[in-house]
């Protein structure tokens, strides 16, 4: 059961005080061509919140960060960034707000005719960074990733492991305020993904950045609620007492409509038949 | 693939010319605002007009050969073989050196263009390149719509010129005509709107190569399979355009020059 994959003794910290939220969705709907992919979708994310986003594939997971980072326009609804409304914002005030996002992709997107360091350093140099200083920033960020060796090499000569790094290392090079994961470790083996995710809980509990992040395996969603970055070690380590970090919330979604929204122990306590089968 | 009533194909077409439309229409302004790509621009260039060079000369020089070793027969008949330079360099000037440089550019160019394209929108490139703060259109789109429009107009004067070195070959080496005769009546029978009319086609089939390669390739969808309709579809639809807005042009400049 959901209960088992958390282990005993949990008790929940405080986390940081709700200021203006980061994303809000207020009854968002979309419509690809006759079928509704997400019907009247509503929830908030405040910062430095973790919102990981779970459901059946084809629920509209991917839709919905590409709504957050205005890629899709909705077809109803409001969505709030940053307190903008960017359902009626033009695309170079997207842009602009754009900025402030990382987005990482399902396949990592990284352009496949350039090398890591000009797929890394791409938006820094549309920004009008200087090379050197840009190129500092690229080993900053491929150092984050554990990936420096690689600055030189082109895409189709990465693993998909080391792709996806690459595709953090991107997002993350303008430190941005939101990031969205778009299912990080899909299609990759268990030891890879607990790399990635080792890498998505160093960005959250170094930097404290507001994410949303898509998952299918619900181990990666338990490990970034119960699992903290050692910055001595560098690693991956659990709570102490198997305490639930507190800005990790959920979000279910399940045939483009939220069927749950709260903490972790919220979630594991669900009474909710759909939702205990899923997890289970 | 599933029936579509009337009603929604016409729907689709109108809706898809709309998007064309849009697009071409951004791909143009976007030259006049900043940010600009020129090392874009100037890479296009290079890859669109030095790269087609070989077709383009290839093409050129033995058109303009077979069409002086047709019309020299032709000619025979009224006693006027001395007349095919000029037969040739009005042709190649007016009608096959524009035609047949905007249809082996398409060939080349706008399959190109619709892969590239395709591909970086299936793989959700073209997304994170909005996703970095880049508009696609300026990025991609305009860089190879100016460049395409610029080098088409230079790759089709090469064409006029190589065409008509190739009829000269023939004309001397096959025919036993006198060289200084076939190109006098070559440079004779040209007149300022036949030239006009020649160099005024490729702005229309660059613009063309261009905006019907980038669009279909921005609008891939289906994965690699979509890629492939993709590509055909921009060089049918572009080698047809180019047929039909030549007939166009050349009736409305034989009705400004009249000729």
């Known amino acids: 059961m959901a209960e088992g994959l958390l282990t005993s003794n949990l008790r929940e910290n405080n986390g940081p005080g709700a200021d203006e939220p980061v994303v809000a969705f207020d009854n968002v709907s979309i419509i690809f061509d006759v079928k509704p992919v997400l019907n009247n979708i509503s929830f908030v994310v405040q910062p430095g919140e973790t919102r990981i986003i779970l459901g059946p594939a084809g629920g509209g997971k991917s839709v919905l960060l590409k709504l957050v980072d205005g890629l899709l326009r909705p077809d109803s609804g409001s969505i709030h960034v940053f307190g903008e409304d960017i359902t009626t914002m033009s695309e170079r005030d997207i842009f602009r707000l754009r900025a402030r996002i990382g987005m990482v992709f399902q396949e990592s997107a990284l352009f496949d005719s350039l090398s890591v360091e000009d797929n890394v350093a791409y938006r820094l140099y549309e920004e009008g960074v200087p090379p050197e200083e840009a190129h500092q920033r690229v080993l900053e960020a491929l150092r984050f990733v554990e990936l420096e060796q690689a600055i030189s090499k082109f895409p189709p000569e990465l693993s998909g492991g080391m792709r996806r790094r690459v595709s953090i290392a991107r997002a993350i090079i303008s430190k941005p305020d939101l990031i969205l994961y778009d299912s990080p470790t899909g299609g990759l083996d268990p030891i890879t993904s607990t790399t990635i995710i080792e890498l998505v809980l160093k960005q959250r509990d170094v930097s404290h950045t507001t994410s949303l992040l898509i998952t299918h395996r619900l181990q990666d969603a338990f490990a970034l609620a119960m699992n903290h970055f050692d910055t001595a070690t560098g690693r991956m380590k659990p709570n102490p007492n198997g305490e639930l970090d507190q800005t990790t919330k959920f979000l279910v979604l399940n045939e483009g409509q939220v069927v749950f929204d709260g903490t972790t122990l919220e979630l594991v306590h669900s009474k909710d038949p759909w939702l205990r089968d899923y997890l289970s | ?259």
Not at chain 2, 20 to 26: D, N
Not at chain 2, 180 to 206: C, M, N
């Open chain 2, 1 to 259: 693939m599933p029936f579509l009533s009337p009603e929604d194909f016409a729907k689709q077409k109108v809706a898809a010319i709309q998007e064309y439309a849009i697009l071409s229409w951004r791909a143009i302004a976007n030259i006049f605002s900043a940010p600009r790509y020129w090392a874009d621009i100037y890479t296009q260039m290079d890859s669109i007009g030095v790269g087609s060079m070989p077709i383009v000369l290839l093409t050129g020089f033995f058109t303009g050969g077979v069409l002086a070793l047709q019309s020299a027969t032709a000619l025979k008949a009224f006693g006027a073989v001395s007349m095919t330079g000029n037969l040739v360099s009005l042709s190649m000037v007016k009608e096959l050196g524009p035609v047949l440089t905007g249809l082996m550019v398409s060939g080349r160019n706008a399959s190109g263009m619709a892969s590239e394209l395709g591909s970086m929108k299936v793989t959700e490139q073209i997304d994170a390149m909005r996703a970095l703060g880049t508009d696609p259109v300026r990025k991609l789109v305009t860089p190879r719509l100016y460049a395409t429009v610029f080098m088409l107009f230079f790759l089709t004067i090469v064409a006029d010129a190589v065409g008509t070195a190739g009829g000269a070959l023939v004309s001397v080496a096959m025919l036993n005509l006198n060289p200084s005769s076939y190109f006098h009546s070559s440079i004779r029978a040209l007149e300022y709107p036949d030239v006009v009319q020649g160099l005024t086609k490729p702005f229309f089939s660059g613009f063309i190569i261009a905006s019907v390669g980038c669009f279909f390739g921005m609008t891939t969808k289906g994965g690699t399979q979509g890629v492939g309709r993709s590509t055909t579809q921009a060089v049918v639809v572009s080698s047809v355009f180019i047929i039909i807005v030549d007939f166009l042009v050349s009736r409305l400049m034989i009705g400004i020059f009249g000729r």
